[in-house]
């Protein structure tokens, strides 16, 4: 009996001792326990102010690092904060509402992880939010103030390596730093050095930097094969690859650097491959510059993958994927899908050559200076003139299908070539599909599906698919790139990014650098100039000129004040970056009829100086004011030109005090009239009666609030 109780026990000692060698184990393979909880403040600023040229990939590139770390980072939609184009009060703002989520989980006991991620301008004194300077002092100690266990700091601008010299970051190799669930410290991540500028690229449609980290993410940098990218591999791959594209591109090379102060053991996950379902496996023998694109042609991830490298997975979302291989000599290219729950590999039997492009898509070559695409191989087709009066009955057609370019075209219905030096004339519709580089016109349509450069003109329809250099004129005139010029569409102007004057009775663009005029101006996106019409819109406007001027991000504001000449006045105010407009109406109940006034009237004008909580504006407005409360006669018109000064304590609120001077022009003066609105107070410094116009003319002053 007694051998027996021996066995059984030492059995249970064996038992035991298995589970716990096994727990070892699975805590060693998983050393980032689920009490680590990650928090994330992303702000993406594509405006800079002042004369810095309008980012297009800021916002991109921050909602592309925030859907890496949903997918694959342990990071919850509920636990990021996202800011897109901020004022530094926002930024603030953000920093405190992340701090509050963060304290919330200390309170129930969780280990708190927080990334900050900046993509935007800046420069050697800190970051550039709208023209307004946040710096570095001032960010360090708002990402110091967090209270998380661990603060990853990334900036992805020009000259952020200066943000990492306050506690000696430097621009050197690639870091080795270890750390686990219970590191505590700071890691700071910039994509460029002190004296650097942070490059975006059309290609990749973001910046350099963010577009390898994240494809670092997605498991390009997951050098030891583990299934897991820590911030070392991250660093060391967006690192690595951003110097590499960028030692040839005109902004010069950009080198990234760090600044880490961390204590712990093991490796700082930063992506876990094993979370997701869907990857694409390339598999050892694929080697060369890898393009991997979705069904929308959009770029998601590249990478380098040397001769003799094991395989690499990419994590990425369900669906198809088109993927380029540049090995240096030749083109490949496969069409994978990619399904959930599924790992799909490509092999190199998958690749198929595709030897007419040859390397001539390597790299950033030398554009031309007209934006001309690279010739076809074996070149053009000459054909100098051509007439006809269709397509299919021109002399262009004894050519088909080579590629023609026609230095001189006219055709009395349609015609067609692959490439304009010169003119192309057409009473119906003309086309090109290469370029234009002269005049393109038509009665009915004009079409360039490649770059335009010169006059693209119609009475009813112009389209450039590519960029357009020049002048485009026609009834419906529609830019689906970039417009660089003049746009006039007499009934519709659309350009996606403009970069010049556009004018229409409806204007509309996703971005523009310039003016807009019409009785409806319209713009998705940042006006980096001024909109002038009846109605005007923008996301964000510089200057807005109109009866109605909306700027979504300067926002509607309403006015109470008191003046010398009304009681009360009530204004609603539309504010862009650098002017506002106004709708204002006044009483004045007190005293006879001399006194006693109604008032009505709109109002221009724009700030002089503009500070955290001061500013100092400038405006004018123009009042139509009845004498009395009843209409007995012709109303006065009054001027008054303010300049007003306020105290900001909030960012929607402000008290402000001005001095007018006053000039009230009465048209309908007699020899007894003796109407003023208001109080009477200042004496008057002018007043002329003449035969048909009376002119008062007198100081003034008004006070009020803003909200």
């Given at each position: 009996?007694r051998r027996?109780?021996?066995?059984?026990?030492?059995?249970?000692?064996?038992?035991?001792?298995?589970?716990?060698?096994?727990?070892?184990?699975?805590?060693?393979?998983?050393?980032t326990?689920?009490?680590?909880?990650r928090?994330?403040?992303?702000?993406?600023a594509?405006d800079?102010?002042?004369?810095?040229?309008?980012?297009?990939?800021?916002?991109?590139?921050?909602?592309?690092?925030?859907?890496?770390?949903?997918?694959l980072?342990?990071?919850?939609?509920?636990?990021?904060?996202?800011l897109d184009?901020?004022?530094?009060?926002?930024l603030e703002?953000?920093?405190?509402?992340?701090?509050?989520?963060?304290?919330?989980a200390?309170?129930?006991?969780?280990?708190?992880?927080?990334?900050?991620?900046?993509?935007?301008?800046?420069?050697?004194?800190?970051?550039?939010?709208?023209?307004?300077?946040?710096?570095?002092?001032?960010?360090?100690?708002?990402?110091?103030?967090?209270?998380?266990?661990?603060?990853?700091g990334?900036?992805?601008?020009?000259?952020?390596?200066?943000?990492?010299?306050?506690?000696?970051?430097?621009k050197q190799?690639?870091?080795?730093?270890?750390?686990?669930?219970?590191?505590?410290?700071?890691?700071?991540?910039?994509?460029?050095?002190?004296?650097?500028?942070?490059?975006?690229?059309?290609?990749?449609?973001g910046?350099?930097?963010?577009?390898?980290?994240?494809?670092g993410?997605?498991?390009?940098?997951?050098?030891?094969?583990?299934?897991?990218?820590t911030?070392?591999?991250?660093y060391?791959?967006?690192?690595?690859?951003?110097?590499?594209?960028?030692?040839?591109?005109?902004?010069?090379?950009q080198?990234?650097a760090?600044?880490?102060?961390?204590?712990?053991?093991?490796?700082?996950?930063?992506?876990?491959?094993?979370?997701?379902?869907?990857?694409?496996?390339?598999?050892g023998?694929?080697?060369?510059?890898?393009?991997v694109?979705?069904?929308?042609?959009?770029?998601?991830?590249?990478?380098?993958?040397?001769?003799?490298?094991?395989?690499?997975?990419?994590?990425?979302e369900?669906?198809?994927?088109?993927?380029?291989?540049?090995?240096?000599?030749?083109?490949?290219?496969?069409?994978?899908?990619?399904?959930?729950?599924?790992?799909?590999?490509?092999e190199?039997?998958?690749?198929?050559?595709i030897?007419?492009?040859?390397?001539?898509?390597?790299?950033?070559?030398?554009?031309?200076p007209?934006?001309?695409?690279?010739?076809?191989?074996?070149g053009?087709?000459?054909?100098?003139?051509?007439?006809?009066?269709?397509?299919g009955?021109?002399?262009?057609?004894?050519?088909?299908?080579?590629?023609?370019?026609?230095r001189?075209?006219v055709?009395l219905g349609a015609?067609?070539?692959?490439?304009?030096?010169?003119?192309?004339?057409?009473?119906?519709?003309?086309?090109?599909?290469?370029y234009?580089?002269?005049?393109?016109?038509?009665?009915?349509a004009?079409?360039?599906?490649?770059?335009?450069?010169?006059?693209?003109?119609?009475?009813?329809?112009?389209i450039?698919?590519?960029?357009?250099?020049g002048?485009?004129?026609?009834t419906?005139?529609?830019?689906?790139?970039?417009?660089?010029?003049?746009?006039?569409?007499?009934?519709?102007?659309?350009?996606?990014?403009?970069?010049?004057?556009?004018?229409?009775?409806?204007?509309?663009?996703e971005?523009?650098?310039?003016?807009?005029?019409?009785?409806?101006?319209?713009?998705?996106?940042?006006?980096?100039?001024?909109?002038?019409?009846?109605?005007?819109?923008?996301?964000e406007?510089?200057?807005?000129?109109?009866?109605?001027?909306?700027?979504?991000?300067?926002?509607?504001?309403?006015?109470?004040?008191?003046?010398?000449?009304q009681?009360i006045?009530?204004?609603?105010?539309?504010?862009?970056?650098?002017?506002?407009?106004?709708?204002?109406?006044?009483?004045?109940?007190?005293?006879?009829d001399?006194?006693?006034?109604?008032?009505?009237?709109?109002?221009?004008?724009?700030?002089?100086?503009?500070?955290?909580?001061?500013?100092?504006?400038?405006?004018?407005?123009?009042?139509?004011?009845?004498?009395?409360?009843?209409?007995?006669?012709?109303?006065?018109?009054?001027d008054?030109?303010?300049?007003?000064?306020?105290?900001?304590?909030a960012?929607?609120?402000a008290?402000?005090?001005a001095?007018?001077?006053?000039?009230?022009?009465?048209?309908?003066?007699?020899?007894?009239?003796?109407?003023?609105?208001g109080?009477h107070?200042?004496?008057?410094?002018?007043?002329s009666s003449?035969?048909?116009?009376?002119?008062?003319?007198?100081?003034?002053?008004?006070?009020?609030f803003e909200?």
């Open positions: 009996m027996a109780l021996e066995r059984l026990l030492l059995a249970l000692i064996a038992v035991v001792g298995c589970w716990a060698v096994g727990l070892d184990a699975a805590q060693a393979a998983d050393p326990p689920s009490t680590v909880r928090f994330a403040l992303l702000v993406g594509n800079g102010g002042g004369d810095r040229e309008l980012l297009r990939y800021a916002s991109t590139d921050a909602a592309m690092l925030s859907k890496a770390l949903i997918e980072g342990g990071l919850d939609k509920g636990d990021r904060v996202v184009n901020p004022h530094p009060a926002a703002q953000g920093f405190a509402d992340i701090g509050a989520k963060i304290r919330q200390h309170k129930a006991g969780e280990r708190v992880q927080f990334v900050f991620y900046y993509s935007g301008h800046s420069d050697e004194a800190g970051l550039l939010l709208a023209g307004v300077h946040v710096d570095y002092k001032r960010l360090r100690a708002l990402i110091d103030k967090v209270p998380a266990d661990v603060r990853i990334i900036l992805d601008s020009c000259s952020s390596g200066a943000f990492t010299r306050f506690k000696g970051g430097k190799a690639p870091f080795l730093v270890g750390s686990s669930a219970e590191v505590q410290g700071h890691a700071y991540l910039t994509s460029s050095s002190a004296d650097e500028a942070a490059q975006e690229s059309d290609r990749i449609g910046s350099f930097f963010t577009h390898f980290l994240v494809t993410l997605r498991g390009a940098a997951d050098f030891d094969g583990d299934r897991r990218v911030l070392n591999e991250a060391r791959f967006a690192f690595d690859e951003t110097l590499a594209r960028t030692e040839t591109t005109s902004g010069g090379p080198h990234a760090y600044d880490i102060q961390l204590a712990g053991t093991g490796d700082l996950v930063m992506t876990d491959l094993r979370k997701t379902s869907a990857k694409l496996e390339i598999s023998a694929v080697s060369g510059r890898i393009y694109r979705d069904r929308r042609g959009n770029l998601v991830a590249e990478l380098f993958k040397p001769k003799g490298a094991g395989p690499i997975t990419l994590a990425l369900p669906g198809n994927y088109a993927i380029t291989i540049d090995d240096g000599h030749n083109l490949h290219r496969a069409e994978v899908e990619v399904r959930s729950g599924k790992t799909e590999t490509l190199v039997a998958g690749l198929v050559g030897p007419l492009e040859g390397t001539r898509l390597r790299g950033d070559p030398v554009a031309d007209r934006g001309r695409p690279p010739p076809p191989l074996g053009y087709r000459e054909v100098p003139f051509n007439i006809g009066v269709s397509r009955s021109e002399l262009n057609t004894a050519h088909r299908p080579d590629k023609i370019r026609n001189f075209s055709s015609t067609h070539a692959a490439a304009i030096d010169g003119f192309q004339l057409g009473i119906g519709a003309v086309g090109a599909t290469d234009v580089n002269g005049v393109q016109a038509a009665v009915g004009a079409v360039s599906t490649g770059p335009m450069n010169g006059i693209q003109s119609a009475l009813g329809a112009t450039a698919s590519d960029d357009l250099r002048v485009q004129t026609a419906v005139a529609l830019g689906r790139e970039r417009v660089n010029g003049l746009q006039v569409g007499f009934a519709l102007s659309y350009a996606k990014h403009l970069r010049g004057v556009q004018l229409g009775a409806v204007n509309y663009v971005d523009a650098k310039g003016v807009q005029i019409g009785m409806l101006n319209l713009s998705r996106g940042a006006i980096k100039g001024v909109q002038i019409g009846l109605i005007n819109y923008a996301d406007a510089d200057a807005s000129i109109g009866l109605v001027a909306v700027s979504k991000k300067h926002g509607v504001w309403f006015d109470l004040w008191t003046s010398d000449t009681l006045h009530a204004a609603v105010k539309f504010r862009a970056r650098k002017t506002y407009s106004f709708f204002t109406a006044g009483i004045h109940p007190l005293g006879d001399n006194s006693r006034s109604l008032s009505a009237g709109f109002g221009f004008g724009g700030p002089l100086v503009w500070r955290e909580h001061v500013s100092l504006e400038l405006d004018n407005v123009v009042s139509v004011v009845n004498s009395g409360f009843t209409a007995t006669r012709l109303p006065y018109l009054l008054t030109l303010r300049l007003s000064l306020a105290w900001r304590p960012r929607h609120f008290i402000w005090g001095v007018t001077a006053n000039v009230m022009v009465d048209l309908q003066p007699t020899p007894t009239s003796t109407f003023r609105p109080y107070w200042a004496a008057r410094i002018g007043d003449l035969t048909d116009v009376g002119v008062q003319i007198w100081p003034g002053f008004a006070a009020g909200f």
